[in-house]
């Protein structure tokens, strides 16, 4: 085994822990917000918003609605599109 692969599996490591950190809101388990989606959501108009618990796109909310109730899991984790953004880029 190279010595240059263990330093560069570190600094994955690394990064990968200071990411986790940045976020504010709870990493999604299931289905991935990406920070695509949440553009075309809020470009969409259509009062997009997610849940950030298990990823389910819901309509009809305000964009900086906040701790929803999920109709996918029921938990108090559906935030609109421009929220979630705002605290996860
Ligand atoms: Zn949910």
Avoid at 56 to 80: F, I, L, Q
């Amino acid at each position: 085994m190279l010595p240059t692969n263990d330093d560069k599996l570190t600094d994955n490591l690394l990064s990968e822990r200071k990411r986790q950190r940045s976020a504010r809101v709870k990493p999604v388990n299931s289905v991935k917000i990406t920070q695509r989606r949440l553009m075309a959501a809020i470009e969409s108009d259509n009062g997009i918003g997610f849940c950030v618990a298990c990823g389910e796109e819901t309509s009809g909310v305000e964009p900086d609605a906040r701790k929803y109730r999920c109709e996918s899991c029921g938990k108090s984790a559906v935030y609109g599109a421009e929220e979630i953004l705002f605290h996860i880029a």
